[in-house]
């Protein structure tokens, strides 16, 4: 990802953005609610459409990479398909990007065609990882992966969630931007002429922020490896969502509430984009006077990716979250969750630097290892009505590298990952907003064979943001 597609990104959502929270009474015109609109169910020809726009997601992306990116892997025949039937999946050497967040985007085209034809969420969690598995075995010429047929419909089916439960939202506002907001679900809806059926729940605070400030950082083992010690100033912006209501609503529909945060910045040669959603699968409450809590299980996908970054995480976990409604003008909310890595991965910096796509034993190598392990993150915010909003978010993780996906040149071992973030918010003018925040990133390698390293990293910056909705 690159800085002008971060820009190109940033760009969209200033146009998207307002539409997810303009009034509907204003919308009445473009989209009457009382039309008799049809509306997908679960029947034997929308399942029928789902599985076969899986089956022709598989064919489409196969033939780009066959014809445009004149890739390898695509070139598929009989031949390769009973080669990977008939043996044992690996592994894979992929790398960051195609696997992480490519993957997981293909995914999420797979769990839409679900929704998008009225199976529920599990259901399309099940056919993402259907489609998954049909490409593993029969669309790549390469071996079957591990790792894809776990990030691609885990990760896929949250990113599919989300995209799915927003185009819905701006559906009945204008549909020209739904279908950018979700492609897949703006297909079926043209292909079949039914709408999906609208979840009940809504965007409850979306934000976009943009702004400049200074990065830099240093990789070290023994020895210092890389240095921005220098300081390098950046611009760039991002988005804020939060859908559903997070502390007074009990609900077993997944998804039901979830937020996603998207940040990018960079100049030419020097840039970073960070992408943190997190799902609930379910949650109860209780609440004591000004206190409201609510509990439950959740799905988390995290992503960034920067010149010497690569960090994904795909998790399962557990939330408490509470609003403490101190007074009229103060409140204070905080989220605390413990997770399961069930597919993450890191940098190799000796690899990552050299970029050594292949051993000296003309074997390919990912730049990156893939882990398990378990982490933490804790994110408060205390705001008063006068003296601003004061945000606060620590993430812990550790991994463990899965010794059978080591690299040629690669070590067994682990990382510690470990990143903060503090924001302050004054309100200057009616929804727009003054801020200033400092993030710090920290991780050491700890490798059997090769040369332990640390690494850290850090951005401080102001920035201007808008608030829409309430």
């Not at 409850?204 to 400030?213: A, K, Q, V």
């Not at 993430?395 to 010794?403: D, E, F, H």
Request: charged share 20%; net charge negative; with cysteine.
């Amino acid at each position: 990802m690159k800085l002008n597609k971060i820009i190109a990104l940033l760009f969209a959502l200033t146009i998207v953005a307002p539409v997810f929270c303009e009034d509907d009474n204003q919308n009445e015109k473009i989209f009457d609610q009382t039309e008799n609109y049809s509306y997908t169910k679960k029947d034997f020809r929308h399942i029928s459409i789902a599985f076969t726009e899986v089956l022709l997601d598989n064919l489409i992306v196969n033939a780009y990479g066959r014809m445009v990116m004149k890739a390898d892997y695509a070139k598929i025949d009989i031949d390769t398909m009973w080669d990977n039937i008939t043996h044992a999946w690996v592994w894979d050497q992929d790398r960051f990007l195609m696997n992480q967040l490519g993957h997981p985007l293909q995914g999420s085209f797979y769990h839409v065609a679900a929704r998008a034809n009225g199976m529920n969420y599990y259901e399309g969690l099940g056919l993402s990882l259907t489609g998954s598995f049909l490409w593993e075995e029969l669309m790549e010429n390469s071996r079957p992966s591990l790792n894809d047929v776990v990030t691609t419909p885990i990760a896929g089916s949250i990113l599919g969630e989300i995209f799915h439960r927003l185009y819905c939202e701006v559906l009945n506002k204008n549909q020209f931007l739904a279908f950018f907001v979700s492609p897949q679900d703006g297909f079926n809806f043209f292909i079949t002429g039914d709408r999906p059926v609208a979840p009940n729940d809504h965007i409850s605070d979306i934000s976009l922020y943009f702004g400049g400030g200074v990065s830099g950082g240093k990789i070290s083992n023994s020895e210092l490896l890389s240095s921005k010690n220098n300081i390098v100033p950046s611009f760039g912006g991002g988005m804020r969502l939060i859908y559903g209501e997070p502390y007074r609503k009990r609900f077993t529909e997944p998804f039901s509430q979830f937020n996603v945060t998207f940040f990018g910045h960079g100049m030419p040669g020097d840039f970073e984009a960070e992408l943190f959603t997190d799902g609930m699968l379910f949650a109860g409450t209780t609440s004591s006077k000004q206190t409201y809590t609510s509990f439950g299980m959740n799905l988390i996908y995290e992503f960034i990716y920067a010149n010497d970054i690569n960090y994904a995480k795909t998790g399962l976990g557990f939330s408490l979250k509470q609003e403490n409604l101190i007074s009229d003008e103060t409140s204070l909310r905080w989220n605390a969750n413990v997770n399961a890595n069930l597919m993450g991965g890191s940098e190799n910096y000796y690899l990552n630097s050299q970029e050594k796509f292949y051993s000296e034993n003309g074997l390919e190598q990912r730049l990156y290892n893939l882990g398990l392990g378990g982490g933490a993150y804790i994110n408060a915010e205390f705001e008063n009505k006068k003296a601003g909003l004061l945000r606060l978010a620590a993430n812990v993780n550790g991994l463990w590298y899965i010794p059978p996906a080591i690299q040629d040149e690669g070590s067994e071992g682990g990382a510690l990952v470990f990143f903060c973030q503090a924001d302050y918010e004054h309100k200057v003018y009616k929804n727009w907003w003054l801020g200033a925040s400092v993030f710090y990133y920290h991780k050491n390698d700890f490798y059997k064979e090769l040369e332990d390293i640390q690494q850290d990293y850090f951005r401080a910056g102001l920035y201007i943001l808008k608030k829409f909705g309430d």
